[in-house]
């Protein structure tokens, strides 16, 4: 009998002897995952030199086994099978019981191949996600108006009994949502003015027409930018704080435990957030204006040198009361947009962290987007009537 390969590491080690008609293969030393490095490739490289001229039976003896786990097991399985897929009866002997019922359960474990995924298409793939994409948009869609139509029937309840509304908390989310929304409003429209009114005086100062920077700045931020710019900014920060209120409550069982005392989930957290966001919008809308004018005038005052009496003319002139109500009715939809877009989202998750985060994101993004398409809407509606 001669060694064909004679393999021993510090932890694992495996020697294969061949005979003329029967091939040896002994195992010893810890056969654990962490010490299987090299053990793997050499085991590989004395298996095919040893299937060069397969033997009619191969011994597998493990006496020398101190330690096996399921990585050790299944090097050993692999063996087995490669033998026996050559035709080569396997005994396998001196395996201790516990070692010798890990291998007999790894050995009966073999799954069914599995056939490969199909693979479609990019086309066909593409196709198939724009479909399942609008399919689920569309139920979204049906499933949000059936919940605007409950609040809208809950809000009605309420107004035709006014004590069943909750003033303390209406009070408590518009000073949530207007109140401390104030400083960051007025100074990103106060911004937003003077960036306006540099960007107008520099085109207008080709043509010798730097006074009308006072009706760029007017109109566009009256009419357009001063209620979008603070939707989107309320649609960030307090619809995303709708969602992630009403989801942790969700989360926390809270929601369950109001419908076992009785409670209106829609009257208690719905309603009182969309009352109170009804009132901030239009009343952040109106500083927002104000700041954006007061920006855009200091530049026009301060870099064109117009006098201060020559700005306020051609304001005047510039502004009328149908362009301020333009804008102004904007504010109340998007109020109502953003709160119901925000308690239908928080009314979404389902149950974990996870969910919460990734609906308030959701939320952000489904408010923002309806904005713009809303206020695209009114600027088509605004046309139509030659407002």
């Keep these: 009998m001669r060694v064909l390969e004679h393999e ?8 294969t002897l061949a005979g003329p008609d029967t091939a040896t293969l002994r195992l010893g030393g810890s056969w654990r995952l962490a010490h299987l490095a090299g053990l793997d490739r050499d085991l590989i490289a004395a298996l095919a030199r040893l299937l060069e001229a397969p033997p009619r039976r191969a011994r597998i003896v493990a006496d020398g086994l101190d330690q096996l786990d399921t990585a050790g097991g299944w090097l050993i399985v692999r ?7 050559a035709r080569v009866t396997v005994e396998l002997v001196g395996a201790r019981p516990a070692h010798a019922a890990l291998l007999e359960l790894l050995r009966g474990s073999e799954a069914a191949p599995c056939d490969p995924p199909p693979r479609d298409h990019p086309w066909l793939r593409l196709v198939l996600r724009t479909g399942a994409g609008t399919v689920h ?19 009605l309840r309420q107004l035709l009994r006014p004590r069943t509304l909750r003033l303390t908390s209406i009070v408590h989310h518009i000073e949530q949502t207007g109140v401390n929304a104030i400083p960051i409003i007025a100074i990103m429209a106060f911004f937003i003015g003077i960036v306006l ?9 080709q043509f010798g027409a730097e006074i009308f920077t006072v009706n760029l700045v007017a109109v566009s931020t009256l009419r357009e930018l001063g209620v979008l710019l603070t939707a989107i900014m309320v649609a960030g920060r307090s619809g995303s704080a709708f969602t992630a209120q009403i989801g942790t409550m969700k989360v926390n069982e ?4 109001m419908e076992v005392i009785g409670l209106d989930r829609l009257a208690v957290l719905v309603t009182p957030r969309l009352v109170a966001l009804a009132v901030s919008l239009p009343l952040l809308t109106f500083l927002a204006n104000l700041m954006a004018l007061v920006g855009g005038g200091l530049v026009v005052v301060l870099l064109l040198d117009i006098p201060t009496v020559l700005l306020l003319r051609q304001l005047q002139a510039a502004v009328g009361i149908d362009l301020f109500v333009a804008g102004m009715i904007k504010a109340p939809v998007f109020a109502v947009l953003i709160a119901a877009i925000g308690c239908y989202m928080g009314l979404q998750v389902e149950g974990n962290a996870e969910s919460v985060g990734r609906l308030t994101t959701q939320s952000v993004v489904v408010s923002i987007f309806a904005v713009i398409v809303v206020d695209a809407l009114f600027s088509m509606l605004f046309a139509t009537f030659g407002i």
């Excluded at 021993?8 to 020697?15: D, G, P, S, Y």
């Excluded at 809270?254 to 435990?257: I, N, S």
């Design 254 to 257: 809270e929601l369950d435990a």
């Design 137 to 155: 948009a569309a139920q979204e869609g049906a499933r949000f108006l059936s919940f605007a139509g409950a609040v809208t029937l809950s809000l």
């Design 8 to 15: 021993r590491a510090v932890t694992a080690w495996v020697e």
């Design 79 to 85: 063996t087995i099978r490669a033998l026996e897929a």
């Design 197 to 205: 009114a540099y960007q107008g005086a520099d085109q207008l100062r």
